[in-house]
């Protein structure tokens, strides 16, 4: 199984990217993935969850909630996270992560991860 992430950058405040997670091993019509993200600097500070998507739901942190929006082709096996309106505070570095059925925010609960991708909003 492997997640490789892509399309982190340096953006401003108020912009937008769109990251994108190619997954091989693995079919997205039974495995749920999940977006995380944080901040290596911080010391004991956790994973947040960000969004998570599955074949039949969807879900989101409250943080992110109408900025962001997860989707998924299964045809190309990816899952794309849009983030719009970015903010200082959404600099982190941002996972993929996948486990079977369900989708949930705790990053506890994903077994297979990629290296993640930067994503830096600063003017």
């Known amino acids: 199984v492997q997640l490789v992430e892509s399309g982190g950058d340096l953006v401003q405040p108020g912009g937008s990217l769109r990251l994108s997670c190619v997954v091989s091993?693995?079919?997205?019509?039974?495995?749920?993935v999940g977006w995380f993200r944080q901040v290596p600097e911080v010391p004991g500070k956790e994973r947040e969850g960000?969004?998570?998507?599955?074949?039949?739901?969807?879900h989101y942190a409250d943080s992110v909630k109408g900025r962001f929006s997860i989707s998924k082709d299964n045809d190309k096996n990816t899952v794309y996270l849009q983030m719009n309106n970015l903010r200082p505070e959404d600099t982190a570095k941002y996972y993929c992560?996948?486990?079977?059925?369900?989708?949930?925010?705790?990053?506890?609960?994903?077994?297979?991860w990629g290296q993640g991708t930067q994503v830096t909003v600063s003017s």
């Open positions: 960000v969004a998570s998507i599955s074949h039949n739901e969807i």
């Open positions: 091993g693995l079919s997205l019509d039974y495995y749920a």
């Open positions: 992560a996948s486990r079977l059925r369900e989708a949930t925010l705790n990053h506890y609960d994903f077994d297979y």
